[in-house]
Nanobody
């Protein structure tokens, strides 16, 4: 599986962004997909996960009111809609394929994209 994340950029506080993650690989649609983020000097943290069929979604508690994860299996793409962005959302955002384990642990994801930078100015 290869993953290509895009959609990041420089925005102002309160703005919205939609990140995309395009996946290749014939078995992609059978995997749960997640988003993580890593701010400078901090560990990579869980943002959201969506089940392979889009039937269930999971979020970091602090983000569930502003972020929405979705997927389009026909387009081999997973999305992260981010609303009401705050300066503390500034990070590199990574999409990943869950290969096993607890959904909010980094070690549960075996394939990672290259990341896309999101910078939120105050």
């Amino acid at each position: 599986v290869q993953l290509q994340a895009s959609g990041g950029g420089l925005v102002q506080a309160g703005d919205s962004l939609r990140l995309s993650c395009a996946a290749s690989g014939r078995t992609w649609i059978t995997y749960d997909m997640g988003w993580f983020r890593q701010a400078p000097g901090k560990e990579r943290e869980f943002v959201a996960m969506i089940k392979w069929n889009g039937g269930s979604t999971y979020y970091a508690d602090s983000l569930k009111d502003r972020f929405t994860i979705s997927r389009d299996n026909a387009q081999n793409t997973v999305y992260l809609q981010m609303n009401g962005l705050k300066p503390e959302d500034t990070a590199v955002y990574y999409c990943a394929v869950r290969t096993g384990g607890t959904y909010n642990l980094r070690t549960s994801y075996g394939y990672w994209g290259q990341g896309t930078q999101v910078t939120v100015s105050s």
